[in-house]
C-alpha cells in the first residue's frame, strides 16, 4: 500500500551526514531529495556507469526474451565488469551479424561461378597457364583470340561467366 509521505528537512553537519542517513534509510523513512543537484566528476562516472549498466540490463532482459539463458554466478561487487562484459559482447555480437550479411553478400556475387580452390588457380599459375575469370556479354565471347580456351560457367539474362 503506498501512503502519502510528508516533507520534512532535516539538517545535519557534514560529519553525521553519514551515519545520520544511513540509520534513516535502515528504518525506511527516508527518500532523499536534494536541494542542488550534486556535480563534479564523481557524478559524471556513477552516471555513465549507471547508463552502462541499465544498457546491460535491457541487453539481459532483451536475451531473457528470446530465450537464452546463462547459469554463471557473478558477484556483487564485480557489477562493473559484468556490465561492460554485457555491452562489449553485444556489440560483438552485431558486428559479426554485420559481417554475417557481407559474407552472404559475397557468397551470393560468386555462387554462380561454382566452387574452385583458389589454390589450384595459383598451381596453375606458377605452370605459366594464366587463368582469367569474366562476366560479359555473351556476344562477346566470339571476339576472344582463337588461342584463348573460353569455358562458360553460367548463363543469365544475356550474360556469361
Known amino acids: 500500500m503506498i501512503v502519502p509521505m510528508k516533507k520534512a528537512y532535516i539538517i545535519f553537519q557534514a560529519k553525521d551526514k553519514l551515519p545520520a542517513l544511513k540509520t534513516l534509510r535502515k528504518l525506511g523513512l527516508i527518500h532523499i531529495e536534494h ?15 549507471l547508463n552502462l549498466i541499465n544498457r ?10 528470446t530465450g537464452v539463458s546463462g547459469d ?30 557481407n559474407l552472404s553478400s559475397k557468397i551470393e556475387t560468386w555462387k554462380d561461378w561454382g566452387d574452385f580452390d583458389p589454390k589450384q588457380i595459383i598451381a596453375l599459375r606458377e605452370k605459366g597457364i594464366s587463368i582469367k575469370l569474366f562476366h560479359i556479354p555473351e556476344k562477346d565471347i566470339r571476339n576472344f583470340c ?16
Open 56 to 65: 546491460a540490463i535491457d541487453i539481459l532482459e532483451e536475451a531473457a526474451k
Open 35 to 49: 536541494i542542488k543537484v550534486p556535480q563534479g566528476q564523481d557524478i559524471t562516472t556513477i552516471t555513465e556507469e
Open 72 to 101: 554463471a554466478y557473478i558477484e556483487k561487487s564485480d557489477f562493473l565488469t559484468v556490465a561492460r562484459h554485457v555491452v562489449g559482447v553485444s556489440r560483438k555480437i552485431e558486428q559479426l551479424k554485420e559481417f554475417s550479411l
Open 146 to 161: 582463337q588461342d584463348v580456351i573460353v569455358k562458360t560457367f553460367f548463363r543469365k539474362k544475356g550474360m556469361v561467366n
